[in-house]
């Protein structure tokens, strides 16, 4: 049995029952809660080095009860790379990067699925459907896969190329809606009556976040339980920001965490599509939907966030803001970064460095602190936005002015 | 400083000093020694545990002297999959699959280029240059970016568009060639006296070896230091399968397997270009070249292989085979595994898969023994082989019989 005492509604605190099948109270989202003080009492933070390295290392402070739900392609324990060279560039040479490109599928909503599908499986539940501006869909079909259950995967049609193959690859019954993210869910709160579809939609059901807590969990150990001055993390339905807000409280309470520093979180969205940055600047808790959404960095396209309030909540007791890049400098952007670090980094990522260049020419970040950037994604994925257009050679006379740079 | 000892052409057993730039031996690879009485004296194998889950953590198996020239996107342990699904179908419910897809760049040949740029970078090397049939151009792109070199991938036409778009990314000059890998390798081979490149090519320069031998190594490790009965790869250059030989006598040498189980090689071809098989087949040391090589596991598209023998001794000294899978069944059964396991099966890995098929069928494995197939890459790279053709609906009318399923 896991540690879970129960669900509790982010809104209003409202507590329902753990280990029955929730979706939203009241059409807002919940947390799971643990018990703390029994988690802090079962597990020698210090004897985690020896465990697997995955996410499930921390099994004690993650919802799943029965062993045999659980549903993993190996996935977490992402890696956290120093990128000098791009840090100097920028003003912040003690820059990291965590790595979520290296993540089964290729992408941080590896993390969340993970967690679903093994508490959807626990549950009892056999189809699962989401809407999916991009990643989530394709992890989705990859854990579905793997726990043997329906997946309905509904997409926009512009979804990227890479996303609606690996729905397909992964056996998913794909589908493709003349309308954006929100009017797929439409269509999925409406299959949930229709046809017995468990909506498994961002923060719609409560575990996708504990397996985005993991990020926060993972930097934690990865830093020697000593959190950073500031997190860039790129922001569309927001769960990987919220789950690490609410992993470095639950650190906090068992005592895992060395020193006091807890770091600003800095939302980045893009101009093409900002509601997040909206409402902070207007010091809104909820935010308005975002008009015409439309940006090359298909995972920030969601202009309705149902856990709004719960983002603005973490980045204003953070400390820190909610933010918007120029959407015409991403895709230069991610190849300067990294043709700089060799890091696969993904469009939704040049959004955040292109805030931290902001923030240091504000002065609210400098070479002292420590950053973290998230890269949520492999640029791979990304095939509809690079241009590839190389020279071509004759083998019999290649032309070696050309070739000799 | 490492425990390397001295280099050692894998033909002839002729001795070149280590910790100086070398290339091939009257035209043959050359294998990196070890003083493994030390490396046994210096490690704990119990210990390894508490090491980073990279491949890293087997430093004192590996070549670099230099820890500053170490080259790292966080590349290594790569998780050891129960496929019970797909082992179930084909009559080998142990089945485990090595999933390489989640490595940097998201295929196995991060493993060889991480060494090969750490070593280049030690030994003072600033330009390199390397042919690809597909996913070793974007790998070496990356570290190449990483260690801050000059890099140039040559790729002949129909190279997959991920990988001329990850060359293009991460800074390479990157040129389309109107030829195959070979007529590639020939470019590189007159750049290197034109240009000054170093040439990164297959098992022309010693490390790459010892970089995919590491998968050797994580798998002993994995399985708690026992060897599994049987390693299915596909071959392309063959690199893995000789390094992972290489990675079993090693820990045979210092005393760290358990059992005396030691793996039957499978060396998997596609019908469409199998120069190992044949010659195995034939009796041969040494493949003819493969004619009018074709394949979609553009992996596999390797007409002629510099590490013939080096591939042919390792699978027959295991007492295992060089076989080759019908292309005409690579794509469907690539689709059939991950549907079934949520796994992202690269083509080459499906030539595996219809290779097991025939040796359950023939009697030769067995649901008693342990297998092990490699993944050596993420589906999602080879766009141009998946039919996405997705059924559309209206947001406004949906169609629910279509849905239901």
Chains 1, 2 share one sequence.
Not at 11 to 19: Q, S, Y
Not at 171 to 176: I, Q, T, V
Not at 336 to 355: D, K, M, Q, W
Request: glycine share 10%; proline share 6%; aromatic share 6%.
């Amino acid at each position: 049995m896991s540690f879970v005492t129960h669900l509790e509604s982010a809104l209003d605190g409202t507590r329902l029952p753990a280990r029955t099948l929730q979706t939203l109270h009241e059409g807002r989202p919940l947390w799971v809660r643990y018990d703390l003080d029994a988690v802090a009492g079962a597990v020698d933070r210090d004897a985690l080095v020896q465990r697997e390295p995955t996410l499930w290392r921390y099994r004690e402070l993650l919802p799943v009860d029965d062993d045999e739900a659980i549903t993993s392609l190996g996935e977490g324990l992402s890696p956290l790379l120093p990128a000098p060279r791009l840090g100097a560039a920028l003003g912040v040479p003690r820059l990291l990067i965590k790595d979520e490109s290296q993540l089964p599928t290729g992408s941080f909503k590896a993390r969340g699925m993970a967690l679903a599908v093994s508490m959807a499986r626990q549950l009892g539940v056999e189809r699962v459907a989401v809407p999916t501006a991009g990643n989530a869909g394709g992890a989705l079909a990859a854990y579905a896969a793997r726990a043997g259950m329906d997946c309905v995967v509904l997409m926009p049609e512009d979804t990227p190329l890479v996303n609606k193959l690996e729905a397909v690859l992964f056996g998913a019954r794909a589908f493709l809606v003349d309308g954006l993210i929100h009017d797929c869910g439409a269509v999925v709160r409406e299959g949930v009556e229709r046809c017995g579809w468990f909506d498994m939609s961002t923060l719609k059901e409560p575990y996708r976040i504990e397996g985005k807590k993991t990020m926060g969990l993972e930097l934690a150990e990865q830093l020697g339980w000593r959190l950073p001055d500031a997190i860039l993390y790129p922001t569309g339905g927001g769960t990987g920001l919220i789950g690490m807000s609410k992993a470095f409280e639950e650190l906090g309470a068992i005592g895992w965490l060395e020193g006091r520093t807890r770091p600003r979180f800095y939302s980045c969205q893009s101009s093409g599509c900002s509601p997040i940055a909206t409402a902070f600047e207007a010091g809104e808790r909820f935010a308005a939907p975002a008009p015409d959404p439309a940006t090359v960095a298909s995972g920030l396209r969601v202009p309705v966030a149902v856990g709004d309030f719960m983002i603005l909540d973490a980045v204003r007791a953070s400390g820190g803001r909610a933010m918007s890049a120029d959407e015409s400098r991403l895709l230069a952007t991610m190849g300067h970064a990294a043709r700089l670090e060799g890091i696969s980094i993904c469009p939704e990522t040049a959004a955040c460095l292109l805030v931290l260049e902001q923030l240091v020419a504000e002065g609210e970040l400098d070479a002292e602190q420590q950053v973290v950037v998230f890269n949520t994604g492999a640029a791979q994925k990304y095939v509809e936005c690079l241009e590839v257009e190389l020279p071509r050679l004759s083998r019999a006379s290649p032309d070696w002015d050309l070739l000799a740079g």
